[in-house]
């Protein structure tokens, strides 16, 4: 088994704990270069609030879109949104990727922002 698909085999089994949770998903993305956040409805059918590093304000702000400090920034910006919103709970959802590093810098964020997960 590969990485991706190892890593994919993770995500599902924790989105379907997500789901029987019932509650909005906070989803990230990660690859080398940016980093992606989005909350969605519990059923999956609507984005609700969506931040990343390919986006010119977020990007205006940071040196190198690929580092932990990129990573808050997601992380505050995706809880500004969120709590503007009115949404105060979510999953997280880490996509199978480990919580360490820029993952987990984005959590930390969101959860100074604001947000409960």
Do not use: C, W
Request: charged share 25%.
């Amino acid at each position: 088994m590969d990485k991706k698909a190892s890593r994919m085999r993770r995500a599902a089994k924790s989105r379907g704990r997500i789901h029987r949770l019932g509650v909005h998903r906070l989803t990230v993305h990660r690859t080398p270069k940016h980093i992606y956040a989005q909350i969605t409805t519990a059923d999956g059918a609507k984005v609700l609030a969506s931040a990343a590093t390919v986006q010119a304000e977020i990007r205006g702000k940071v040196k190198n879109t690929g580092n932990v400090e990129a990573a808050q920034a997601v992380g505050a910006a995706i809880a500004e949104q969120a709590v503007s919103a009115g949404i105060e709970k979510v999953a997280f959802d880490r996509s199978g990727f480990l919580f360490h590093g820029r993952v987990k810098a984005l959590a930390e964020a969101a959860r100074e922002g604001g947000l409960r997960f």
